[in-house]
Every structure is written in C-alpha cells, then in structure tokens.
C-alpha cells in the first residue's frame, strides 16, 4: 500500500509531498519531494496517530446515564455504584459489539491502537465462565472487527480494599487471584494469536486497592516482559486509605516497592506531592492521563509542569469513555492546568507550540505505554497513521507550524478523514469501513441491555 500526503510530519518536521510505502503493517520506506502514482492513497496532511492508552470500553454504554444530581453530594463512589449494577446485567454477547463501538470511535478521532484495561472476567455471581478469558476473547474479538491495534491487559483483582477485604456484590465479576490471573494471561496470548500480529497482551495489577504489593510482585516475577498498566492514585480518599494502611502515599509506596521502569504505565496520576511527581518522572513510566474523565468524575488535576520539566512521559486515555474526542482530551489536559494555574500554555517547558508538545508527547508516551513501536513516522515502525483535512475551515487560516495548535485547540474531531491502524486502512474520507454494520450491532445490543432498566 502507497500513501501520498501532500503534507507528512516526519524526520522531526513537515516535509512536503512525502510518498509512504506500507507493507504487512509497517512502514518500509519514506520518499520526501516525491510525487503521486496512479494507485495511491492520497490525503492532505498525515501524522503519527496516537494510542489510547486507557479504556474500560464498555463503560461507553453507560455515556450519559449518571450526569443527574441526587440528593446528597454527588461523587466518584455513587458514579461507581452505578457502573456495577449497569455491569451486572452485561452478558458476553454484549462485550463485544459494545467495544467494536468504542473502538470504531476511537478510530474516527484518530487513535490507531488502544489499552484495553479489562477487568471483568466472571458471570454477575462471580462464577467463571467455562472459558475463564470468554470476556477477553470478546474484547479480541471486537478488536478484530474495527481493526483497531490492541493491547490488552487483564486485570488482577482480588481485594474491596487496601486492608485486604474480600470483593462484594459487584465486584464479584472481577474477582481473581495469582492462579485464575496466570491461567487468564496465558489463554489471553493463546488467544491474542488469533487476531492481528500487532495484538499485544500485557498485565494490569487493578490498583493498590485490588491488588496486595505482594501479589504484584509475584505476577512481576511471572510476566517480564510487555506493558504493566495500574490506577494508581484517582481519589484523594484512595489516597488517604493508602496512606494509613501502607504507611505512604501511592505512588511513593510503588515506586518503593516495584522495579517500576518504562514498562509501566500509571494511570491517573493526578494526586502526587511535587517529590512523588518528580520520582515518578525519573522511573521511565508513563503517565496515563485521562483529561476527560477525570473531569467528568471530579478526580483532580495531573501536576503537569513539575512532570514535564523532569522529563517525564505522558499518554492520553479515554478511561470511561464518556465522550471519545481526541481533539477534546488533548484541550482539557492544558486546559484544566491552565484553569489551576491562571496562565496560558502551561504544558510547554521554556518556548514552543503548545499543540506540538501535547500530540507528539502524547504519540511517543501512548505508543510506549502500549508496547508498539508507533508514534513517529519512519522505517520500520507501525502504520498508525492518521490523516486530517489542513483545508477544514477551523483550520485553514494556519501556517504550517501552526497546524498541531489549530488541531489541540480549534478544530474537531471531524477533521480526521483518514486512520491506519498497523497499516489496515479503517478510516476513509471520514467513515469506518465497517462503520455500519458495528453500529447497528451496538443498538441491538443497547436495545436488549436497557430493555428493563
Ligand atoms: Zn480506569
């Protein structure tokens, strides 16, 4: 396959006219000053496209349903009340289409691959399924239909809480230990097999909440290689508990306690002392942030300048899927810093495009935290490639060193007309290939799933 982009950032630029020759999902070959053949796939302007590096894809069903103020405060533990009873009535036949959803949409906004965080295992009374990786195989399965790149990452949960207390009502579905968790991982790799050669499995220890130190530790020593995904410190009451009963804060007590190095990647790190932010830094992981719905669940703000000016990296993650918008996520995450701080560009250290430093730092941090070799445009890396219209009237009025800016903070998502995920060729003039058929599976799905609610 042959893209011709008459714009393509590349070799740490724009180049012009720039001829991408693809093939089995990886770029050979790059011509700058080139020029069109007959047969090409031709588009405007081409990026790197980013992964997604964090979603619980069936929480998209639920986008909409808690946004109703009832008596008492409203908080992250009623918003989570509900996200059990809704999972409850979830059966295998619905995983699937919903996530096939999801993942379309994340296409659409320009993310090739995504983190599939994936913590529902059992039937609603904890029982396994027949086939304990059932759920799994349906997020594969899903993967395979929208031809997104996957990295999956079952979950190991076994605790209610940092003092160890068994799982309840509906965490029950999670429940797993060191034994079922290994089983679950190797069956998920088995089954990984089976879908595109991209597809990665790596691990997901829930939290401190759900998984002891020691647990941790021990599936460390079992799995070492590929990506290791945790929550890290979301609620400041997660972080108090923690506090009380480990003796230190969340992130101080991991990095304590685990080789935590560019392997892992830490999602919602939004509570951390400067010291904590600094440390976690200098490990080499990412920082999973989650703008959006951390917004939307009244989390907190990610300390960005101290992270940035000590070298950290950072990946964007659509977590609850409230609202799948890249455009969006990249806004809030300067944004919200913006709003604490009451200065404009606050993610960029000393001089420079703030859009640039948000979408190429959030390409190279999201392709890393997801075990590709994505997020740059060169040989030998994957084609997540995403292409968008310069010519789009929120976008015209730019200079070329100005596009990562107009796209962060003027544009929409409608602005993507074109994404390859691994060099599969999802998104064409705006449209997933498969869009309608995902879509009308997705409402028979929603349709039998809040027929009774
Ligand atoms: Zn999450």
């Known amino acids: 396959m042959k893209i011709f982009a008459q714009r393509a950032y590349c070799k740490e630029g724009w180049n012009q006219n720039v001829r991408i020759t693809i093939e089995a999902g990886k770029i050979v070959q790059i011509a700058l000053n080139s020029s069109a053949k007959d047969g090409d796939i031709r588009v405007d302007t081409l990026m ?95 993967a395979k239909t929208a031809g997104i790149g996957l990295t999956h990452l079952p979950v190991l949960y076994s605790y209610g809480g940092v003092d160890g207390r068994a799982l309840t009502g509906g965490q029950l579905r999670f429940a797993n230990d060191l034994g079922a968790f290994s089983d679950l991982v190797s069956r998920c790799k088995t089954a990984a097999k089976d879908v595109h050669d991209d597809t990665i499995v790596g691990i997901a220890p829930h939290s401190l909440r759900g998984s002891s130190t020691a647990d941790i530790a021990e599936i460390l020593s079992m799995h070492k290689d590929g990506p290791v995904h945790i929550h890290i410190a979301e609620q400041v009451k997660e972080v108090e508990d923690i506090k009380a009963a480990l003796g230190a804060r969340p992130v101080e007590h991991l990095l304590d306690h685990a080789p935590v190095d560019a392997r892992w990647c830490m999602i919602h790190a939004t509570h951390l002392t400067e010291a904590e932010t600094t440390a976690f830094a200098k490990s080499g992981a990412v920082a999973g942030l989650c703008p959006i719905t951390e917004a939307n669940l009244g989390d907190g703000i990610f300390n960005g300048p101290t992270f940035l000016q000590a070298g950290g990296a950072f990946g964007l993650g659509s977590d609850s899927n409230v609202n799948i918008s890249l455009t969006e996520e990249l806004r809030m995450l300067e944004y919200s810093q913006r709003l604490r701080d009451r200065e404009r560009n606050v993610l960029v250290e000393g001089e420079g495009s703030t859009g640039k430093t948000l979408y190429l730092g959030a390409a190279k941090g999201g392709a890393q935290a997801l075990g590709r070799t994505a997020g740059r445009i060169e040989t030998g890396a994957l084609a997540d490639l995403v292409a968008i219209n310069s010519q789009d009237p929120t976008l015209c009025a730019l200079r070329e060193d100005q596009l990562f800016d107009g796209l962060v903070f003027a544009a929409k998502d409608t602005v993507v007309t074109d994404l390859w995920s691994a060099g599969r060729h999802q998104v064409q003039a705006g449209r997933h290939t498969a869009e309608e058929k995902i879509t009308t599976a997705y409402r028979a799905a929603i349709s039998d799933l809040t027929s009774d609610i």
């Open 48 to 142: 790197p496209a980013l992964a997604n590096v964090h979603s619980h894809s069936f929480q998209r069903a639920m986008a909409g349903m808690t946004e109703y103020r009832a008596k008492g405060r409203e908080s992250f533990w009623t918003w989570r009340d509900l996200m059990y009873r809704f999972l409850h009535r979830l059966t295998p036949d619905h995983i699937a289409p919903i996530a096939a959803q999801t993942f379309m949409e994340m296409q659409k906004v320009g993310y090739a691959s995504v983190g599939e965080f994936h913590y529902i295992h059992n039937q609603p009374d904890g029982a396994r399924y027949a086939n304990p990786a059932e759920l799994s195989e349906q997020i594969m399965a899903a």
